[in-house]
């Protein structure tokens, strides 16, 4: 029998949870049983041609059915949207809201955000893409404004926490980035952060409890994996560099309060035996925080 995880826990305690991405072997019915058999608090929910595919028939349904599997495991959700090939068989993540034609990518955050909101889910990630060959930095800047400002007013109408996130590589790749275009979107009130710890360690010039710190009002979604400086590939926890102890008491501190998701999309392979490893890593890094 499934276990359904402890209630939400209380003032200063960590939720932990696991992107879906992490599972691609696997059917979203029984990834989902299986992260919440190891006890994991809710899910990183990416949005897939395997796992509830946002443009195939009988979508209503098919996410009504997967809000029932969640609530009956008693697992929260995050919605994810990095998708590699969703929308172009060809070409990984594309288009983006930088390319010519960006109507695709926004009609799949719009429906994710209606999806979000369908689901419960405590917040809708996204991201810029990379700025494709032959567009200008400021031609893709206004695209990427345009395309947001269409997507946070879908967000304000559903009641949707957006979270943005930068992508070493992409055309916000960093928290600076994030702030730029917080600004010139008017500085929306659901317009929130999406911060991997990974890429704090892989490029950001803060250590990356003060990176947590920096965004703490803004933040409401956390992606968590291991990764070393200058190289942008997910780790499991204690592969890379980062220390955290310190992390994991940085976003206590911080009163953050949403899903710290494992981000591992490249281990599918051995997901379930990653899954616990993880959440065992992070439960003992968690508790020396504390101690700190």
Same mark, same amino acid.
């Not at 990630?125 to 700025?131: D, E, I, K, N, Q």
């Given at each position: 029998?499934?276990?359904?995880?402890?209630?939400?826990?209380?003032?200063?305690?960590?939720?932990?949870?696991?992107?879906?991405?992490? @599972? *691609?072997?696997?059917?979203?019915?029984?990834?989902? #049983? !299986?992260?919440?058999? /190891?006890?994991?608090? +809710?899910? $990183?929910?990416?949005?897939?041609?395997?796992?509830?595919?946002? @443009? *195939?028939?009988?979508?209503?349904?098919?996410?009504? #059915? !997967?809000?029932?599997? /969640?609530?009956?495991? +008693?697992? $929260?959700?995050?919605?994810?949207?990095?998708?590699?090939?969703?929308?172009?068989?060809?070409?990984?993540?594309?288009?983006?809201?930088?390319?010519?034609?960006?109507?695709?990518?926004?009609?799949?955050?719009?429906?994710?955000?209606?999806?979000?909101?369908?689901?419960?889910?405590?917040?809708?990630?996204?991201?810029?893409?990379?700025?494709?060959?032959?567009?200008p930095p400021d031609v893709a800047a206004d695209r990427l404004v345009a395309g947001c400002a269409t997507v946070c007013a879908e967000a304000a109408d559903e009641g949707v926490a957006l979270g943005f996130e930068p992508e070493p590589g992409m055309f916000v790749e960093d928290i600076a980035g994030w702030w730029r275009l917080r600004e010139a979107l008017g500085a929306p009130p659901g317009f929130g952060i999406t911060l991997d710890i990974g890429h704090c360690r892989c490029l950001e010039p803060l250590a990356v409890p003060r990176c947590v710190a920096a965004v703490a009002a803004h933040l409401v979604n956390v992606q968590i994996d291991d990764m070393r400086r200058g190289v942008h590939e997910h780790l499991e926890f204690g592969a890379g560099e980062i220390d955290f102890p310190p992390v994991l008491r940085a976003l206590a501190d911080a009163g953050y309060r949403g899903l710290v998701a494992v981000e591992l999309p490249r281990h599918s392979h051995a997901a379930p035996a990653v899954a616990a490893r993880s959440l065992d890593f992070l439960r003992a890094a968690a508790s020396r925080g504390e101690g700190r």
């Open positions: 029998m499934t276990a359904v995880p402890d209630p939400l826990p209380g003032p200063g305690a960590l939720r932990f949870g696991y992107g879906t991405n992490g @599972f *691609a072997n696997h059917r979203l019915g029984d990834a989902l #049983a !299986v992260l919440a058999d /190891l006890g994991y608090a +809710g899910v $990183a929910l990416t949005l897939d041609h395997d796992h509830l595919d946002p @443009f *195939a028939p009988g979508l209503i349904r098919r996410v009504a #059915a !997967v809000r029932r599997r /969640l609530d009956a495991l +008693g697992l $929260a959700v995050v919605v994810e949207t990095g998708a590699r090939y969703l929308l172009d068989p060809w070409h990984k993540h594309a288009p983006t809201l930088l390319h010519d034609d960006p109507a695709r990518r926004v009609e799949f955050l719009r429906r994710a955000v209606r999806i979000g909101a369908e689901l419960g889910a405590e917040a809708v990630s996204f991201w810029a893409g990379v700025r494709p060959p032959g567009v």
